[in-house]
């Protein structure tokens, strides 16, 4: 109870009674014409004692009743939140050509960004950032791999075509993204593909129906597609249309500042997961509302 409320409680009960004075068991009660009487159990203290005790009695209802409202507030404010989290990191629907529901799996230590899709079989490993607005859409094409480190940055999609996969240690991936990759904003990655470790996809860029081995680092713009593999360490240019192998085996090497750009990205995004779950606290946000506690 405020004590604010309390000495005003006093205030207006020794107005009308006078002034007390508890240094002894007595009651002293002076009124303005400066006539003074003891009482002792007399019906103005037991007025002043009971008085109080109403009025301590009906703000600790008051004050049950507001703590009460708060509670059943937040518990409709986290039932909706609940609600909310389904749609947006949940199974695959069931349907004739996935007929059975698969769960994320998603490491304690990534970071899932609000605004962002995760449906179905998909594993991601730890220290994995994910920034705002990404779909990874695993109802068709399934099932998907982002490893360790990896960072997918605003607007990039993951989806994959039904029953088309690249093998990876004996087991079949609609989209299979190694370790240490960058995928940067905007870019789509569509299944089936492979992506091998410490790999830098640029902005905007397209990877449908290809292997890309590790290192490799695509700019902006370009597209690798129509069943080519890429040797590992090679760079793909601005705006490449590398849709034959003949393209893809003509591709040089990284230059050393394409790699250091990488890595440059890669030591940034490698903080953001353990940042943003600071930051977050116990909340999670999928749509911009928490899940998950």
């Given at each position: 109870?405020?004590?604010?409320?309390?000495?005003?409680?006093?205030?207006?009960?020794?107005?009308?009674?006078?002034?007390?004075?508890?240094?002894?068991?007595?009651?002293?009660?002076?009124?303005?014409?400066?006539?003074?009487?003891?009482?002792?159990?007399?019906?103005?203290?037991?007025?002043?004692?009971?008085?109080?005790?109403?009025?301590?009695?009906?703000?600790?209802?008051?004050?049950?009743?507001?703590?009460?409202?708060?509670?059943?507030?937040?518990?409709?404010?986290?039932?909706n939140h609940n609600?909310?989290?389904?749609?947006?990191?949940?199974?695959?629907?069931?349907?004739?050509?996935?007929?059975?529901?698969?769960?994320?799996?998603?490491?304690?230590?990534?970071?899932?960004?609000?605004?962002?899709?995760?449906?179905?079989?998909?594993?991601?490993?730890?220290?994995?950032?994910?920034?705002?607005?990404?779909?990874?859409?695993?109802?068709?094409?399934?099932?998907?791999?982002?490893?360790?480190?990896?960072?997918?940055?605003?607007?990039?999609?993951?989806?994959?075509?039904?029953?088309?996969?690249?093998?990876?240690?004996?087991?079949?991936?609609?989209?299979?993204?190694?370790?240490?990759?960058?995928?940067?904003?905007?870019?789509?990655?569509?299944?089936?593909?492979?992506?091998?470790?410490?790999?830098?996809?640029?902005?905007?860029?397209?990877?449908?129906?290809?292997?890309?081995?590790?290192?490799?680092?695509?700019?902006?713009?370009?597209?690798?597609?129509?069943?080519?593999?890429?040797?590992?360490?090679?760079?793909?240019?601005?705006?490449?249309?590398?849709?034959?192998?003949?393209?893809?085996?003509?591709?040089?090497r990284v230059p050393?500042?394409?790699?250091?750009?990488?890595?440059?990205?890669?030591?940034?995004?490698?903080?953001?997961?353990?940042?943003?779950?600071?930051?977050?606290?116990?909340?999670?946000?999928?749509?911009?509302?928490?899940?998950?506690?």
């Amino acid at each position: 109870m405020p004590m604010s409320l309390i000495a005003a409680a006093f205030s207006v009960l020794f107005l009308s009674l006078g002034k007390v004075d508890v240094s002894t068991k007595k009651f002293k009660v002076s009124y303005k014409n400066e006539h003074a009487f003891l009482y002792s159990n007399t019906k103005y203290a037991q007025a002043l004692f009971i008085q109080l005790h109403i009025l301590l009695v009906q703000v600790s209802f008051m004050k049950g009743e507001v703590i009460l409202s708060e509670r059943k507030k937040e518990k409709r404010n986290d039932d909706n939140h609940n609600d909310s989290f389904a749609p947006f990191i949940s199974p695959n629907p069931v349907t004739s050509f996935n007929p059975v529901q698969r769960y994320p799996k998603i490491d304690k230590t990534a970071f899932i960004s609000p605004f962002c899709s995760v449906i179905g079989d998909v594993r991601i490993k730890d220290n994995v950032y994910v920034a705002p607005n990404v779909s990874i859409r695993a109802d068709e094409g399934t099932p998907f791999y982002i490893g360790s480190n990896t960072n997918l940055q605003d607007g990039v999609i993951l989806h994959g075509l039904v029953n088309k996969r690249f093998p990876v240690g004996g087991k079949g991936y609609s989209i299979f993204i190694g370790n240490k990759v960058s995928v940067a904003h905007g870019a789509l990655i569509h299944g089936p593909c492979y992506i091998g470790n410490n790999t830098f996809v640029g902005f905007k860029s397209i990877v449908y129906n290809a292997i890309v081995g590790e290192g490799t680092f695509i700019a902006y713009n370009a597209v690798v597609t129509n069943g080519v593999r890429i040797a590992p360490n090679r760079f793909v240019p601005p705006g490449a249309n590398i849709d034959t192998q003949e393209k893809a085996n003509a591709l040089r090497r990284v230059p050393a500042d394409g790699e250091e750009f990488a890595r440059d990205v890669q030591r940034v995004n490698q903080e953001f997961p353990a940042s943003y779950h600071l930051l977050f606290g116990s909340h999670r946000c999928s749509c911009g509302m928490p899940y998950g506690h």
